[in-house]
């Protein structure tokens, strides 16, 4: 009997061995680790600024007002959940590696087809709301930035905004030691409004008239003791245009502070000040 328990024992233990040796094996054939090598890919981030309230999706499950976006370069789709007013693709401090080259980018509406689980993109005639094409080289990055530009009028005579493409290559040469970088993005409806960086901290404009659709050269700052208050100002004014946001640096990082939003239409769009991190 001892025996019996001894060969069953011993069976046991190599039916393991085998089982964990062939898991492993399955483990190597069939996952296989891609670390994205940013030297070799274009590197692209994607911030949807478009404040217009219009095209929207009456089909989805939720209203939307404005549009929820998918991106698709040559034909691939980027994105798995559309991206509404204020996202940023893949997230606000990382960029998505991409084959370098010529490559055409469609900003595509994000109709979904609600009868399938898990909803799938089904678009109509007209989801396709900007083309554009650019040529991205290989270890560079760049910031897409998806707007509205100014208002157009439809044969129907109605007055909207039409969408527009800024594409920005990002020099990200690290700052020095003690230091970090920041730069002004005026991405607000209004073609009149130019833009200045107030720092509460330093009491002046640390950044001054930046206009419509446009981004500044990057500023090189030390950091500050204590946590810095940035302002949007119209130029012109001394008045804050924008809510008020803190900001605490970090050392040999770089930054974008977004102006997006409109003085009138939808709640939520409200002219805003926001931060991305760019390295």
Same mark, same amino acid.
């Given at each position: 009997?001892?025996?019996?328990?001894?060969? *069953? $024992?011993?069976?046991?233990?190599?039916?393991?061995?085998?089982?964990?040796?062939?898991?492993?094996? *399955? *483990?190597? !054939?069939?996952?296989? #680790?891609?670390?994205?090598?940013?030297?070799?890919?274009? %590197?692209?981030?994607?911030?949807?600024?478009?404040?217009?309230?219009?095209?929207?999706?009456?089909?989805?499950?939720?209203?939307?007002?404005?549009?929820?976006?998918?991106?698709?370069?040559?034909?691939?789709?980027?994105?798995?959940?559309?991206?509404?007013?204020?996202?940023? #693709? /893949?997230?606000?401090?990382?960029?998505?590696?991409?084959?370098?080259?010529?490559?055409?980018? !469609?900003?595509?509406?994000? @109709?979904?087809? $609600?009868?399938?689980?898990? %909803?799938?993109?089904?678009?109509?005639?007209?989801?396709?709301?900007?083309?554009?094409?650019?040529?991205?080289?290989?270890?560079?990055?760049?910031?897409?930035?998806?707007?509205?530009?100014?208002?157009?009028?439809?044969?129907?005579?109605? =007055?909207?905004?039409?969408?527009?493409?800024?594409?920005?290559?990002?020099?990200?040469?690290?700052?020095?030691?003690?230091?970090?970088?920041?730069?002004?993005?005026?991405?607000?409806?209004?073609?009149?409004?130019?833009?200045?960086?107030?720092?509460?901290?330093? %009491?002046? !404009?640390?950044?001054?008239?930046?206009?419509?659709?446009?981004?500044? %050269? #990057?500023?090189?700052?030390?950091?500050?003791?204590?946590?810095?208050? $940035?302002?949007? @100002?119209?130029?012109?004014?001394?008045?804050?245009?924008?809510?008020?946001?803190?900001?605490?640096?970090?050392? !040999?990082?770089?930054?974008?502070?977004?102006?997006?939003?409109?003085?009138?239409?939808?709640?939520?769009?409200? /002219? =805003?000040?926001?931060?991305?991190?760019?390295?």
């Amino acid at each position: 009997m001892k025996f019996i328990k001894a060969t *069953l $024992l011993l069976c046991v233990v190599t039916s393991i061995f085998i089982s964990c040796n062939k898991t492993t094996e *399955l *483990l190597d !054939e069939n996952i296989k #680790w891609v670390y994205i090598d940013s030297a070799n890919s274009a %590197n692209i981030k994607f911030i949807q600024v478009y404040a217009g309230n219009g095209p929207s999706l009456p089909t989805a499950s939720a209203a939307t007002t404005g549009p929820q976006v998918f991106i698709y370069a040559n034909g691939v789709k980027l994105n798995g959940t559309s991206i509404g007013y204020g996202g940023v #693709w /893949p997230t606000p401090n990382v960029y998505a590696g991409i084959q370098p080259g010529t490559t055409k980018f !469609e900003i595509i509406n994000g @109709r979904l087809d $609600l009868t399938k689980v898990p %909803n799938v993109p089904s678009f109509i005639a007209g989801d396709t709301i900007a083309t554009f094409t650019a040529n991205l080289d290989k270890g560079k990055f760049y910031s897409l930035y998806f707007g509205d530009s100014v208002l157009s009028v439809l044969p129907n005579g109605t =007055v909207v905004p039409s969408a527009r493409i800024t594409l920005k290559e990002d020099d990200l040469i690290p700052p020095a030691y003690q230091t970090y970088k920041i730069r002004v993005a005026n991405f607000l409806m209004n073609p009149l409004d130019t833009l200045s960086l107030f720092s509460a901290r330093q %009491n002046r !404009e640390i950044i001054t008239d930046i206009t419509h659709k446009n981004i500044s %050269n #990057w500023l090189q700052l030390p950091l500050p003791i204590i946590t810095d208050t $940035l302002i949007f @100002r119209k130029k012109g004014t001394i008045t804050a245009y924008a809510p008020v946001v803190g900001f605490t640096p970090v050392g !040999e990082r770089m930054y974008t502070f977004i102006g997006r939003g409109k003085t009138t239409g939808a709640a939520g769009k409200t /002219p =805003v000040g926001s931060i991305i991190t760019n390295r």
